[in-house]
């Protein structure tokens, strides 16, 4: 597929990157002639220098015939023209990185009259990870799919805990409306079998119910029937304008640290509900004085991922219940003992899958359509949600007679609003949502899932 990207930044580069993977053909603009030559250099791209908003360098980079226009500059308002000409052009979808509320906040308006198919605020998608996790205290990742409803939550493994040692099979005896998708240990990723033994600090990723999923967390050592009552937030970045709004409507009393006097008042006056305070975050000793060991949150959400990393580091030493941590390079974290941080967020991979999601959505397939894409943990394994149609080449046949691939699991089913825990005896339906977990074998329409065709 022709994709046209406006935007080299770390952010542009990062969806190239991963459209590369994809197998796309990709051409990036950028007005920095350094910024191309290294990315044309790096990956088999076509480069084209220029702005966004010229009509000649749309032109000159083959928007005309672009199946996809994405643009992702920092510069919400010409993110928006550009992908308004290249609509005119003929690019078929575009897709618009917008940071400002103003833009997000009348996303349908701007989407029915400028043409623009999808708009992604990563500030806004940074503040529903975090309300997720914090929806599901022992969590360290939560993953929406079918409207939320269903959760692939993903839970460590405490040390001395009843959980250490013990095998899939047994877990499966004692709690049944389970699915252990994916183990995470260290840099693996493992699809478990019932011989599996779970390990102490696994990070195991799970669909279950909500009753179930606390059964479960019991096992791997965690409290049960937690609730948060106070949060401390380090930054007052823009994800606060859709965080505050949020840990309010659950009764989650706030303070937000601001080293920026303006910054600091701005957000007073946004937030009444809110304390507000001037002060280094970074400061130990200032974090002392404000009580942070009384906190049951602790938001780590500068601009420095170093900055998150070491105050998210800071606050599990005194006392903090847990930590989320906004890391947009997550292989820092390779480098420390990443058990001492609870919850880390990369928004940036968050836009990426969501782009991934957007251009996989509008690749015709015969057999079904995609809803649902994220990637987990490392990047290795994805999540993918299916919905089937009549003519899907996994319906009608019982799962066990299905020739899935290795690393292959049908995660859960839901069909006509009821999840279901598959067994082997289970039949695909048209209309059924499938939830699958791939782990490395390129899934990028359901018959993928499959070593052949049924017949």
Not at 4 to 29: A, C, F, P, Y
Not at 193 to 220: E, P, S, V
């Amino acid at each position: 597929m022709e994709i046209v990207v406006v935007g080299g930044g770390k952010l542009g580069q990062k969806i190239i990157q991963d459209l590369d993977k994809e197998g796309h053909q990709l051409t990036l603009i950028d007005k920095d002639r350094d910024v191309l030559n290294h990315l044309v250099d790096e990956i088999d791209i076509k480069g084209v220098q220029g702005i966004g908003t010229d009509i000649k360098v749309q032109i000159d980079a083959g928007v005309k015939q672009a199946k996809v226009f994405i643009t992702a500059t920092p510069d919400d308002e010409a993110n928006v023209l550009s992908a308004m000409m290249a609509e005119k052009l003929g690019a078929d979808y575009t897709i618009v990185r917008a940071r400002n509320p103003e833009f997000t906040d009348n996303e349908n308006f701007i989407k029915r009259e400028f043409g623009i198919n999808l708009i992604i605020n990563q500030d806004r998608e940074a503040a529903n990870d975090i309300m997720h996790v914090i929806d599901f205290p022992q969590a360290a990742y939560v993953e929406p799919f079918y409207h939320n409803r269903v959760q692939l939550k993903k839970v460590r493994v405490h040390e001395n805990s009843t959980m250490d040692g013990m095998p899939i099979a047994e877990i499966r005896s004692r709690l049944q409306d389970l699915v252990i998708a994916v183990i995470e240990r260290g840099d693996q990723s493992i699809i478990p079998t019932g011989d599996t033994q779970i390990k102490a600090n696994d990070q195991i990723n799970l669909f279950a119910q909500r009753k179930t999923f606390n059964k479960f967390c019991q096992l791997a050592g965690h409290k049960a029937h937690l609730r948060y009552k106070s949060a401390l937030v380090i930054g007052g970045s823009r994800v606060n304008h859709y965080l505050i709004p949020a840990l309010h409507a659950r009764g989650i009393r706030t303070r937000i640290i601001e080293k920026n006097e303006k910054r600091a008042q701005s957000l007073a006056d946004r937030f009444p509900m809110a304390e507000v305070i001037v002060g280094d975050g970074t400061d130990q000793s200032f974090l002392r004085e404000q009580r942070i060991f009384n906190f049951d949150l602790l938001l780590t959400l500068t601009n420095s991922d170093e900055v998150n990393i070491m105050t998210s580091l800071f606050g599990h030493k005194e006392g903090v219940y847990k930590t989320i941590t906004k890391v947009n390079r997550p292989g820092l974290t390779a480098l420390l003992d990443s058990s001492h941080l609870d919850v880390i967020l990369s928004p940036r991979i968050s836009i990426s899958d969501a782009v991934i999601r957007g251009v996989r959505s509008i690749m015709k397939e015969r057999g079904a359509y995609l809803e649902n894409y994220a990637r987990l943990g490392n990047e290795q394994t994805e999540a993918l949600e299916f919905r089937l149609a009549d003519d899907g080449p996994i319906c009608g046949v019982p799962i066990k007679d299905l020739p899935l691939k290795d690393n292959i699991v049908i995660g859960i089913i839901i069909r006509d609003g009821e999840a279901l825990f598959p067994s082997g005896d289970d039949i695909l339906q048209a209309g059924d949502h499938v939830l699958i977990i791939n782990n490395q074998a390129n899934v990028f329409e359901i018959k993928d899932i499959l070593e052949k065709k049924v017949k």
